[in-house]
T-cell receptor, first 114, second 111 residues
């Protein structure tokens, strides 16, 4: 079992650009959550997807959007990048039976905005 | 708003000693409390979790206690080893909902 896989692992963008991050959940998991982890901070919840719909959203602007596909994989899109968007973006999956519990995290995508 | 406070931010112990990390949460509807260990450059890994209908849970050298009245929960690591060195995060959530993480505790276990 490969666990949660994320791509790309590292990327560099400039202010104003757009980025798409991808995530494949752990086998048997159908719920995907995205978190932003700034350096030296705890992860902050962005949103959660189940059945291809955004089920819950944290305090992030509309520049942050997502999608879940029928195979449960997910994408995180960030538009009009700001310097403050530089962070580690973590994808986490869990089974619907306990959607927010036993979260299994991927290794993350480290985004640097210059 | 929802908040989780975690203390201390750094903790240094000698190998074999115990380590205790404490968290306080603000949302009284929280009913799930996991702890994650994150090594440098790695993903957070779930090490133990507790639900609100239980006051204490133990797994080998790791234990978690929960006081719902005071809205406190704590992680206890006994017989610490150098490989326990990492950043530890507590979190709280309502059923099925988002996890609210604490700010993290950097634990250093000196041989």
């Amino acid at each position: 079992d490969a666990g949660v896989t994320q791509s790309p692992t590292h990327l560099i963008k400039t202010r104003g650009q757009q980025v798409t991050l991808r995530c494949s959940p752990k086998s048997g998991h159908d719920t995907v959550s995205w978190y932003q982890q700034a350096l030296g901070q705890g992860p902050q919840f962005i949103f959660q997807y189940y059945e291809e719909e955004e089920r819950q959203r944290g305090n992030f602007p509309d520049r942050f959007s997502g999608h879940q596909f029928p195979n449960y994989s997910s994408e995180l899109n960030v538009n009009a990048l700001l310097l403050g968007d530089s962070a580690l973006y973590l994808c986490a999956s869990s089974p619907q039976a306990v959607p927010g519990q036993g979260l299994f995290f991927g290794e993350g995508s480290r985004l640097t905005v210059l | 708003g929802e908040n989780v406070e975690q203390h201390p931010s750094t903790l240094s112990v000698q190998e074999g000693d115990s380590a205790v990390i404490k968290c306080t949460y603000s949302d009284s509807a929280s009913n799930y409390f996991p702890w994650y260990k994150q090594e440098l450059g790695k993903r957070p890994q779930l090490i133990i979790d507790i639900r609100s209908n239980v006051g204490e849970k133990k797994d080998q050298r790791i234990a978690v206690t929960l006081n719902k009245t005071a809205k406190h929960f704590s992680l206890h690591i006994t017989e610490t080893q150098p490989e326990d060195s990492a950043v530890y995060f507590c979190a709280a959530s309502r059923s099925g909902g988002k996890l609210i993480f604490g700010q993290g505790t950097e634990l250093s276990v000196k041989p």
